[in-house]
């Protein structure tokens, strides 16, 4: 039977704690595999699109509706990672993971990390405020993220095999999901 790459989607809202889980897998899993971690946030378009928040009409750039993804840039470089046959396992990390169509039916594992908007909302003020100030973190959640987040990100969830509570210490869903994978790595080679 031919190698097959193994590829896993995390998805979850802004600063759900997704890419802390996907480098914590790749950690874990690099021990044993060859792992490739696609970050979406790298997949923006470029110009990149704007928005207008429909209640204050303060123009934004736009990274939390899907049509700013470059898609085809990211079936490009997941189709290099899949032919690359050094490479056993593809991490897909971001808040599209699991919407399109087309990369949710390449996906073997489907992981969605949950949090409170206020915690997430807490957490992007943590990230950015050395760059902006309180309120301008704030009041672009409150005009685009958090709707952007109920109107794409959230439904996501229902496609999810796995649903990981991003507010405890992860380590213990990481673990879950590495012994998930490395179960069905080893039946693969024949080994189950």
Known sequence: MPRKTYIVGIS???CSGKSTIANR????????HKVSVLNLDRYYKSPELRTVAPFTRIEY??????????????YKD?????SDETIDIVLIEGLFALYFDELREKLDLK??????????????????IDHQTFDEIALRYLDTVRYRHD????????????IV???LDTHLGVDIIVSYINNAKSIEKGNG
Not at 63 to 69: A, I, K, L, Q, T
Not at 78 to 82: E, H
Not at 115 to 123: F, G, V
């Open 12 to 14: 979850g809202g802004s």
């Open 25 to 32: 897998l790749a950690n874990i899993l690099s021990e044993n």
């Open 61 to 74: 750039a736009e990274h939390n509706h899907p049509d700013c993804m470059d898609t085809d840039r990211i």
């Open 78 to 82: 997941l189709t290099a990672a899949v």
């Open 111 to 128: 992981v969605f990390v949950d949090l409170k908007s206020d915690e997430r909302l807490y957490r992007r003020i943590k990230r950015w």
């Open 151 to 162: 109107e794409f990100i959230e439904p996501t969830r229902w496609y999810a095999d796995i």
């Open 165 to 167: 509570n991003g507010a």
